[in-house]
């Protein structure tokens, strides 16, 4: 569980402290107190849920994939985080308004250095659901998500991370 340590740093646990940054991934310590990392049959390693969701809060720019009828669709999308999950801003009569009505879709993001062949993405399925209530919403609209595009028959959904 990622933690404020005093001063504003983060810490994994009680004890492991982080280093500024989005980049700043901590591994477990195995039974003899040895740094080991879980990874997938493809080497790449797997997160927690808390370093996804730290990861995901990094950035602001991703991809949601949704479908329109029975096609998938990938679009970018802006997006921020709250305590419930993850905000969009999306624009009435679009073909993102009519599929984040109670539907399952998943975002995207990831940021990748080609000159040190590493980076990371993380991936959030969850249902949508509109923010209605005002105190909610009050609080999404203060919410950093890029609205250079938008107008008042916006709508603003939150996705609820089901699977990260």
Do not use: C, Y
């Not at 901590?26 to 849920?49: A, F, P, Y």
């Not at 950035?59 to 970018?76: A, C, D, Q, S």
């Amino acid at each position: 569980m990622l933690n404020r340590a005093p001063g504003g740093g983060r810490t994994l646990g009680a004890e492991v402290p982080l280093a500024p940054g989005p980049v700043a991934l901590v591994h477990r310590l195995d039974d003899d107190d040895h740094w080991v990392m879980d990874v997938d049959r493809s080497s790449l390693e797997v997160l927690s849920r808390e370093e996804s969701l730290l990861l995901l809060s990094s950035t602001g720019i991703g991809r949601v994939k949704f479908h329109v009828g029975t096609l998938p669709m990938i679009l970018p999308v802006a997006f921020a985080q709250d305590d419930h999950g993850i905000v969009l801003r999306v624009r009435a009569g679009s073909q993102l308004d009519s599929a984040t009505r109670g539907a399952v879709v998943t975002i995207e993001a990831d940021d990748v250095n080609p000159d040190l062949g590493k980076g990371w993405t993380v991936a959030v399925t969850g249902v949508t659901s509109d923010i209605s209530d005002p105190a909610e919403l009050a609080r999404a609209r203060a919410l950093p998500v890029d609205d250079r595009a938008g107008d008042a028959t916006d709508r603003l959904v939150r996705i609820s991370p089901a699977l990260v």
